[in-house]
């Protein structure tokens, strides 16, 4: 079945780059997210990049998407502490042809620590 | 411009007891979703409705009833609260687009004992 799975946790010092990758199994994904949740919040979208696009960048965050490995990546140039949360990795894809029907898989979420 | 709000923030309830957390959403959104979040364990769909009048069961469902007879609202209901429902849940809408992503509320943290 579809499955999205994340390493658990990072820990980067403050003013380093952070690498959070995920890989996914579903081909016929449209669309792969990343989401961020700070301690007591719900899920705020950070990010999605298109299955056809290779790159996306905005502001200090870049994605990355390797089709073929079915690796997606997100980057977060010069880390604060106020990045210190934990990030999910989405994939949605359409499962039916009527109306707009799709599926949401989610990984498990990885929880970066940033050190001053 | 409200988004999704869920209420009550936090509960606790006793083993049989039954409640109702309330989710509502002010964007017009078809789609919407409640999950329970548990740690370590990502988020697991509950239930989810795509309209008015349309619910459908998540990868767990036990336990659980929804309702949807407006948009805006998609209260989720426990009949027989149990010590294994203790988790944060969240509520999420989303629009119709297949890019659009989901809003999600601020979470009810739960604890039944």
């Known amino acids: 079945g579809e499955d999205v799975e994340q390493s658990l946790f990072l820990s980067v010092r403050e003013g380093d780059s952070s690498v959070i990758n995920c890989t996914y199994t579903d081909s016929s994904s449209t669309y792969l997210y990343w989401y961020k949740q700070e301690p007591g919040a719900g899920l705020q979208l950070l990010t999605y990049?298109?299955?056809n696009m290779d790159m996306k960048q905005d502001q200090r965050l870049t994605v990355l998407l390797n089709k073929k490995d079915k690796h997606l990546s997100l980057r977060i140039a010069d880390t604060q502490t106020g990045d210190s949360a934990i990030y999910f990795c989405?994939?949605?894809?359409?499962?039916?042809?009527?109306?707009?029907?799709?599926?949401?898989?989610w990984g498990l979420g990885t929880s970066l620590a940033v050190n001053p | 411009n409200a988004g999704v709000t869920q209420t009550p923030k936090f509960r606790i309830l006793k083993i049989g007891q039954s409640m109702t957390l309330q989710c509502t959403q002010d964007m017009n959104h078809n789609y919407m979703y409640w999950y329970r979040q548990d740690p370590g364990m990502g988020l697991k769909l509950i239930y989810y409705s795509v309209g008015a009048g349309i619910t459908d069961k998540g990868e767990v469902p036990n336990g659980y009833n929804v309702s949807r007879s407006t948009t805006e609202d998609f209260p989720l209901r426990l009949e027989l609260a149990a010590p294994s429902q203790t988790s944060v849940y969240f509520c999420?809408?989303?629009?119709?687009?297949?890019?659009?992503?989901?809003?999600f509320g601020n979470g009810t943290r739960l604890t039944v004992t």
């Open positions: 990049i298109f299955s």
């Open positions: 999420a809408s989303t629009g119709d687009t297949l890019n659009s992503p989901l809003h």
């Open positions: 989405a994939e949605t894809y359409r499962y039916s042809r009527a109306g707009n029907n799709r599926k949401l898989i």
